[in-house]
């Protein structure tokens, strides 16, 4: 049974880094995509990114590029990175694996990240 | 971006009843292979969201066949054959054909 493990900062200062890994226990990591998505009152549901197991990322615009997803396939590991985080960046983030043609849907358990001074 | 669109926003449902929530988009979730990645989600309270259908109409692996899903083009639609309590919660359409990967603003479902 595959489990996602989340880890990371949960109160940061506006202007710092966000950073949270994603550990995934019992399965491959290759053939799925590895995504950060997060949930906030204000907005919803929100997709941040996606990575697969070469490398290859994709960011949703509106971070406007202040977003890095990298994968790390020795330690069945990805991470995300969030630069210049204000509060509007406070929310729960969750990873999660998936597939879109098969079934295949995993989750963490979930982030609480607060932004304040 | 794609905007998902959910009616209605709240849902309360008897016991035993049916239940059905539709879900719009601004533009075809047809991607060019031909498919469909229309998603559906439950998220009950307190927990992470779950995966119920992929490609309109597939249930993920553990997901009850009293959930279904269907549509094309813009327009979707997830059923519940009967509504158990364990269905409580919110469920969220999702699109992903465009990128950004967009969800529908969620539909509460509770028991009357």
């Known amino acids: 049974q595959v489990q996602l493990q989340q880890w990371g900062a949960g109160l940061l200062k506006p202007s710092e880094t966000l950073s949270l890994t994603c550990a995934v226990y019992?399965?491959?990591?290759?053939?799925?995509?590895w995504n950060w998505i997060r949930q906030s009152p204000g907005k919803g549901l929100e997709w941040i990114g996606e990575?697969?197991?070469?490398?290859?990322?994709n960011y949703n615009p509106s971070l406007k590029s202040r977003a890095t997803i990298t994968v790390d396939t020795s330690l069945n590991q990805f991470s995300l990175k969030l630069r210049s985080v204000t509060a509007a960046d406070t929310a729960v983030y969750y990873c999660q694996g998936s597939a879109w043609s098969f079934a295949f849907d995993y989750w963490g358990r979930g982030t609480l990240v607060t932004v304040s001074s | 971006d794609v905007v998902m669109t959910q009616s209605p926003l709240s849902l309360p449902v008897t016991l035993g009843q049916p239940a059905s929530i539709s879900c719009w988009s601004s533009?075809?979730?047809?991607?060019?292979?031909?498919?469909?990645?229309l998603n559906w989600f439950q998220q009950r309270p307190g927990q992470s969201p779950r995966r119920l259908i992929y490609?309109?109409?597939n249930r993920d692996s553990g997901v009850p066949d009293r959930f279904s899903g269907s549509g094309s083009g813009t327009d979707f639609t997830l059923k519940i054959s009967r509504v158990e309590a364990e269905d409580v919660g919110v469920y969220f359409c999702m699109q992903g054909t465009h990128w950004p990967y967009t969800f529908g603003q969620g539909t509460k479902l509770e028991i009357k």
């Open positions: 533009q075809s979730l047809v991607y060019t292979d031909g498919n469909t990645y």
């Open positions: 490609k309109v109409s």
């Open positions: 019992g399965g491959s990591f290759s053939g799925y995509y």
């Open positions: 990575i697969n197991h070469s490398g290859s990322a």
